[in-house]
């Protein structure tokens, strides 16, 4: 997860220069084995697309 977080971080980054605005990401993984790169990828991909494309009003809700 920490690779994958550390490739794609740039999606949030412009944002957050934008907007002036920090985020505090946590995630949490909770399974009985450890997911390979290439699974957790694409969806670390989706979550930073969501929360790029979502304004910041409605995250504040």
């Known amino acids: 997860m920490r690779a994958s977080f550390l490739l794609n971080k740039f999606f949030l980054e412009e944002k957050i220069e934008k ?6 990401i946590v995630f949490i993984y909770i399974g009985k084995f450890l997911p390979k790169f290439q699974d957790i990828n694409p969806s670390m991909k989706k979550i930073f ?9 409605s995250l504040l809700k």
């Open 19 to 24: 907007t002036s605005c920090s985020y505090h």
């Open 49 to 57: 697309h969501i929360i790029r494309d979502t304004e910041i009003s």
